[in-house]
């Protein structure tokens, strides 16, 4: 299997992408959004829009503390639209602000005015932060549970600890993704980026299980019984396995076998999410694109990276024991 | 064969067909219910589009709950809930949501929130301005320690001039003699009593009567308090004989007579220089009740009718388009098997559409979203078991054999899968905001109902398909042969 027999070229190109990521997110930082900060975001359309200068204008006259910034974009009815995002907003100061944006250019309307208190916007990062760290807990012990009893050459948790490694990569590629689209466009973070996070989440664990669950039955179809001996006075009985085949060639024929499920799998969802992208609304453009990496991420990852770990560890653990 | 196994073989495959017809008659009826739900604007179960499908605003009031007994918080926030109800009701809105919120645990402070919906209202200030007309009304004790603690810190001055205003008043019962000036105990040192506009009962405009010791025709609002409210008033007036009772109008002394007697009977009149015009208004604001607790807005959303219909236009036809190109796909790869998929995807819609009209939920742009993403992963499970079913077939088992044998191979990675995917929905669900708790209602119900859909529905009706084996290399038997390899 190429996956297993080129794995330390598979593993360093995922090395070489998780880098890359995190010198992303960590250089550029992640744009986030009024839902996270606190804010306000009006969002007007136009039949024939004014200048993005004179908005901008507009909005600097008024001097509000916390800046503000002036995005250009096309709304759903396809009338070009802007989204101007302020400090949190009094009624007066919206009413002021809502008058006087529809007043310039020609058949001027606030389509979506959002105003969020700051205290939510935290709360909102505490609870993402903590859902998201629960999510990957009870997958770790799920899968650690569910592989039990396969502890040969490795236990479960090994398999456990590797699912969460594969979700660490196939999270940071969408937020890197996140971040250059944040740095380069002004695309903002909110809250449906973290749904898609967590949908990359999902999406992510299931593929690597589905792999993993492979391994596990050819595992159990090519290993034999032994019993162990036992000290004198144990009760229970205790058995010891010993594999027919080479570990990799197990894990290397599992992936085979799960290619094509792999493969259709991913390629029915990035259909769907093709579809949202240019069909969907625009809310839900940047939900669509931000899957997308995540699933192709999430593809590379159960095929390149999840099993070559498993087997490399393997080795590494077999070349310690020798020692 | 013996003629009685031809019989038997004869009604299994009669039994066959039955299940799989029944299967997909009940899809097929049930298609039709959410049809007509859909195009029946007054049908018992419609979709319940979210604010920014159907426009409309939504509005954030965090209460005040500082000063209130923590195991109170939560009968006190139903009570302001309802008296937001009613005030929300003045709109005629169809269906407006006010609804109480806790921040988690995961947060330092807990506060507790109002989330006020109102669909199709896309005039924020003239909502807000409603809402706000909600009076908050208090009865607090005047004490003399807190206002000798104000006196040692000097605020006394600056408190008296802004209460000179305050005029005299009376309780129900009380008699006109103990008047104390209410410029020199300020609004500030009184203590909090746990009476409220919580238990009023009717407001209503009186006249004072002209041997009532105060000016004849002078306007007054008499409230009525609930049974509660009148017991507890009772035992304050009770217990406090010869002391001030201040009666605040939103954070404001309207006025402090001093309690002469026990007061049973359960009602108050305020008075506070009203005109007549004021008088009716506040006693037409209480009658529609009054905050039991400080409210204060916190964040506001609204989006316009129209381009909430754009976005729901958009989203049923990404979603449509998504089914189709799905289909093709799993039919030009499994052949057979790929269009038995499709037709249990079809179902998968069916039923997650039809559970989104009876459950009810709440549709946005971020769950039709989920919805379209749901489509792709709900083949998996056909995907997983059709891998397994064309490796069994490759190896020469009949058909059918190939589809039982693959079902059951398949099942520990179906499950294995789901379950996290289960789990992780309800962990969603538990921390999440509303919004987040939308998704995550969605994401768990489409993981059940798309393990229904394979496990059951596809079963079903490949169980149906005639059992042929590989080798006869019939026209039949290809189309029962999936994938790309020879």
Redesign the interface.
């Known amino acids: 299997m190429f996956a297993i027999t080129y794995r330390k070229l598979f593993l360093r190109i995922a090395a070489t992408v998780v880098a890359i990521s995190i010198l992303l997110i960590g250089g550029l930082g992640l744009n986030l959004g009024i839902d996270f900060t606190g804010g306000s975001l009006t969002e007007v359309?136009y039949e024939t829009a004014p200048e993005k200068s004179e908005l901008e204008t507009l909005v600097a006259n008024k001097n509000w503390e916390g800046g503000y910034s002036v995005r250009e974009s096309i709304?759903?009815?396809g009338r070009s639209a802007f989204f101007i995002r302020t400090k949190?907003l009094t009624?007066t100061e919206?009413?002021a602000l809502s008058a006087e944006v529809t007043n310039i250019g020609e058949g001027g309307?606030?389509?979506?005015?959002?105003?969020?208190?700051p205290?939510?916007g935290?709360?909102?990062k505490?609870?993402?932060g903590?859902?998201i760290a629960?999510?990957v807990l009870?997958?770790v012990i799920?899968?650690a549970f569910?592989f039990a009893g396969i502890g040969t050459p490795v236990s479960s948790w090994t398999y456990g600890g590797i699912t969460i490694l594969v979700l660490i990569h196939d999270v940071l590629v969408p937020t890197a993704l996140m971040s250059v689209l944040g740095y380069f466009l002004g695309v903002e973070v909110d809250?449906?980026f973290?749904?898609a996070l967590?949908?990359v989440?999902?999406?992510s664990?299931?593929d690597t299980?589905?792999v993993f669950?492979?391994v596990?039955?050819n595992l159990i179809q090519n290993r034999t019984e032994h019993k162990k001996k036992q000290a004198a006075g144990t009760v229970r009985e205790e058995f010891e396995y010993r594999l027919t085949k080479p570990y990799e060639e197990i894990v290397g024929s599992a992936v085979q076998?799960?290619l094509?499920?792999s493969i259709?799998?991913s390629?029915?969802?990035?259909?769907?999410?093709t579809?949202?992208y240019?069909?969907?609304?625009?809310?839900?453009q940047t939900?669509?694109l931000v899957?997308f990496a995540g699933v192709l991420a999430g593809t590379y990852s159960s095929i390149c990276i999840a099993s070559p770990l498993v087997v490399s560890y393997a080795k590494w653990q077999e070349a310690k024991n020798s020692k | 064969m013996s003629n009685s196994d031809k019989q038997s073989e004869g009604s299994v495959t009669f039994l066959r067909w039955f299940r799989g017809l029944i299967v997909i008659a009940i899809v097929i009826w049930l298609a039709n219910l959410v049809y007509q739900n859909a195009i029946n604007p007054e049908a018992e179960h419609p979709f319940k589009l979210g604010l920014d499908l159907a426009g409309g605003s939504h509005l954030v009031y965090v209460a005040d709950t500082s000063k209130v007994d923590p195991l109170e918080v939560t009968e006190l926030m139903s009570a302001l809930r309802d008296v937001i109800e009613r005030r929300v009701n003045i709109f005629g809105v169809s269906e407006p949501i006010v609804q109480v919120e806790s921040s988690s645990f995961v947060s330092d402070e807990p506060t507790n929130r109002l989330v006020v919906e109102l669909p199709g209202v896309t005039d924020v200030s003239q909502a807000v301005a409603e809402i706000g007309r909600t009076p908050l009304l208090e009865f607090k004790l005047y004490s003399e320690e807190l206002a000798q603690q104000q006196v040692a810190l000097g605020g006394l001055e600056s408190i008296s001039a802004a209460t000179s205003t305050t005029t005299e008043t009376e309780l129900a019962t009380s008699t006109e003699s103990d008047e104390i000036n209410i410029a020199a105990i300020a609004n500030l040192p009184f203590e909090d009593t746990g009476l409220t506009g919580r238990y009023l009962e009717t407001a209503s405009l009186e006249f004072a009567g002209s041997n009532s010791g105060r000016l004849a025709n002078e306007p007054l609002v008499n409230v009525r308090f609930t049974k509660e409210g009148a017991d507890l008033f009772a035992e304050i007036t009770r217990a406090n004989v010869g002391e001030q009772l201040g009666i605040f109008l939103d954070g404001e002394l309207l006025s402090a007579p001093v309690i002469n007697e026990a007061i049973t009977g359960g009602t108050a009149i305020i008075s506070g220089g009203f005109t007549a015009e004021e008088a009716r208004e506040l006693a037409r604001n209480l009658s529609f009740g009054a905050l039991p607790v400080a409210i204060e807005l916190q964040s506001t959303q609204t989006v316009g009718a129209t381009l909430g219909a754009e976005v729901l236009d958009k989203g049923v036809k990404a979603g449509s388009f998504g089914v189709v190109l799905i289909i093709i796909f799993m039919t030009l790869w499994y052949r057979l098997p790929g269009l038995v998929a499709g037709v249990a995807l079809l179902s998968y819609v069916t039923i997650m559409l039809s559970l989104f009209q009876l459950i009810p939920v709440t549709l946005t742009a971020a769950g039709l979203a989920g919805f379209v993403l749901s489509l792709g992963m709900a083949v998996d499970a056909n995907v997983l078991v059709f891998e397994r079913m064309k490796e069994e077939y490759t190896k020469g088992s009949s058909s059918r054999e190939a589809a039982a044998t693959g079902f059951k191979r398949a099942w520990t990675a179906i499950r294995d899968g789901n379950v996290t995917s289960l789990l992780s929905a309800i962990i969603l669900f538990w921390f999440g905001t509303s919004m987040v708790k939308g998704f995550a209602l969605v994401f768990g119900i489409g993981v059940l109902v798309s393990m229904f859909s394979a496990l059951v529905i596809t079963r079903t009706l490949l169980l149906m398909l005639p059992d042929v084996k590989k080798a006869q290399a019939t026209s039949l038997s290809k189309l029962l042969a999936s994938g790309i390899n020879k």
Not at chain 1, 109 to 117: A, D, L, N, V
Not at chain 1, 267 to 273: G, S, V
Not at chain 1, 278 to 284: A, I, P
């Open positions: 359309a709304d759903d009815a949190d009624e919206r009413e309307e606030i389509t979506r005015f959002t105003s969020i208190g205290v939510i935290q709360e909102l505490d609870k993402a903590w859902a629960g999510v009870i997958i799920y899968v569910a809250v449906l973290v749904m967590l949908a989440l999902g999406y664990v299931n299980i589905v669950d492979r596990r039955e076998e799960t094509a499920r259709n799998t390629i029915t969802t990035l259909l769907a999410l579809v949202l240019f069909l969907g609304g625009s809310v839900t939900f669509a899957l």
